[in-house]
């Protein structure tokens, strides 16, 4: 690698972002209502949704090659994420910094920011932006490596990393097909628009979330016989749409339930809840498997993708399963705390009826 080449990579996620940005504000996009935050107001936030279209957009330039080779994104990924890391510094000075300092320590301040929104002209939010910025470079990321071993490998290539890829691509395209249904979740509505948030979508998620290709993409085709590919492939990706459908269905659930209490979701899941009158909580249907059904969905999401690869006493194939379980483990445990605030002897309530906290009948 030339040092023009390292230099360029440093700057390349700067350059995603300036693009993506000019594509989010150029492009049409439909205008929604956000959910009003019941701390604040009750005026819900107004929001330019084209997460979608842009992503379109972004496909096509890597397809056709326009700014750089196919796997290039691959090949600079270490000083691309060095670069990452540095354009989240800077992110964080400018959107804490020009908001007005509270009584927290100036540390916490840093990492959870000192405001809920971050709003533009045009209603361009910046946390929906930063989560396009960061699906989009998760994709191409991918991709990227995808095009890094077809080129190593040719005939010889492993179809797994292949069906990996696709996967990831199609778990961005399902965010963007689905965006409006983000505007109801947690990280919308309650988290900070600090340090943590804006690594999280610059480094983390775009950068690191690809962990499986790095120790992978450089591997043959691994040693399955070939009666059993079907078997091999086939499981992963049924593993896969399985955690699919159901994160996909316990988000659109929760999404409905929250515009339309009285709708039955699908037309036959009525909703049961539990309420002290102020406050509700939903209790059936994927919210009636347990407390974050969403979660145990994004974890098999991750078995299907490790599955896909094939190398299955390789570590590498694990890595991204591993975390995402630990973490969302730790985080419902952290859900659970702040729920028991929130919501006080409601919460107890809700506990009794809904048992598990992830793996129904399990845990």
Avoid at 34 to 44: D, E, F, K, L, V
Avoid at 71 to 90: C, E, F, M, P, Q
Avoid at 209 to 214: A, S
Wanted: aromatic fraction near 14%.
């Amino acid at each position: 690698m030339t040092n023009l080449e390292a230099v360029a990579g440093l700057f390349a996620p700067t350059a995603v972002f300036a693009i993506l940005l000019v594509l989010h504000g150029v492009l049409p996009a439909r205008r929604a209502l956000g959910y009003a935050h019941p701390n604040t107001t009750q005026t819900p936030v107004r929001y330019r949704l084209n997460g979608l279209l842009v992503f379109a957009a972004a496909l096509a330039i890597w397809a056709i090659a326009l700014l750089a080779p196919l796997d290039w994104l691959w090949r600079v990924k270490w000083h691309a994420i060095a670069g990452a890391t540095a354009l989240s510094v800077v992110l964080t000075a400018w959107m804490v910094l020009r908001a007005a300092a509270d009584d927290r320590p100036g540390w916490v301040q840093w990492i959870e920011g000192r405001s809920r929104n971050v709003m533009f002209r045009n209603h361009v939010d910046a946390k929906m932006f930063l989560y396009v910025f960061g699906g989009i470079l998760l994709a191409l990321n991918v991709l990227a490596g995808a095009a890094y071993h077809v080129g190593q490998f040719g005939d010889a290539l492993n179809v797994g990393i292949l069906l990996h890829a696709g996967m990831w691509v199609w778990f961005v395209a399902d965010y963007f097909l689905f965006e409006r249904v983000q505007l109801y979740t947690f990280d919308i509505i309650e988290e900070g628009v600090g340090f943590k948030l804006i690594v999280g979508c610059i480094v983390v998620y775009p950068c690191l979330y690809p962990v499986v290709l790095w120790g992978t993409a450089g591997l043959p085709a691994p040693d399955v016989d070939p009666q059993l590919t079907v078997l091999w492939l086939g499981g992963a990706a049924v593993v896969f749409l399985s955690g699919w459908v159901i994160t996909r269905g316990a988000n659109l659930q929760k999404y409905v339930f929250k515009r339309w209490p009285e709708r039955a979701f699908l037309g036959f899941m009525k909703p049961a809840t539990v309420s002290d009158g102020r406050k509700t909580l939903l209790v059936s249907g994927f919210w009636g498997m347990s407390r974050h059904s969403n979660y145990l969905g994004e974890i098999l999401e991750a078995l299907g993708m490790a599955l896909a690869i094939g190398h299955f006493a390789n570590a590498w194939t694990w890595v991204y399963f591993v975390y995402l379980t630990g973490f969302f483990i730790v985080r419902e445990r952290i859900d659970d705390r702040r729920c028991a605030v929130k919501y006080g002897e409601l919460w107890s309530e809700y506990r009794a009826k809904v048992r598990y906290r992830l793996v129904p009948g399990v845990y």
